[in-house]
């Protein structure tokens, strides 16, 4: 099984960018899945998670900003970001919870330029 991370970059404040998460090998359906980011010297936190029915959990930073989606005959999770900030600036990982267990895509970096 197999999550791919693409979209991250370079971007100046207050721009977007869309994140990709597809996954791979996953037979049946994929419960959660959902992006966290992690910033130099911090821990790893929730940005935005979906269920298969489409409810949606963001942290209270990206609301209003980002926008989870999620195809779920192709398990494709969509992170639409908008009005971007310096402090967006992380690395991005994608997370899949599958028949008890989460796994995880490389990450894909975001940095917001002032």
């Known amino acids: 099984v197999q999550l791919q991370a693409s979209g991250g970059g370079l971007v100046q404040a207050g721009g977007s960018l869309r994140l990709s998460c597809a996954a791979s090998?996953?037979?049946?359906?994929?419960?959660?899945m959902g992006w966290y980011r992690q910033a130099p010297g911090l821990e790893r936190e929730l940005v935005a998670r979906?269920?298969?029915?489409?409810?949606?959990n963001y942290a209270d930073s990206v609301k209003g900003r980002f926008t989870i989606s999620r195809d779920i005959r192709k398990k494709i999770s969509y992170l639409q970001m908008a009005d971007l900030k310096p402090e967006d600036t992380a690395v991005y990982y994608c997370?899949?919870?599958?028949?008890?267990?989460?796994?995880w895509g490389q990450g894909t970096l975001v940095t917001v330029s002032s």
């Open positions: 979906m269920a298969p029915s489409g409810e949606a």
């Open positions: 997370k899949a919870y599958w028949r008890g267990a989460d796994f």
């Open positions: 090998g996953f037979i049946g359906s994929v419960n959660y």
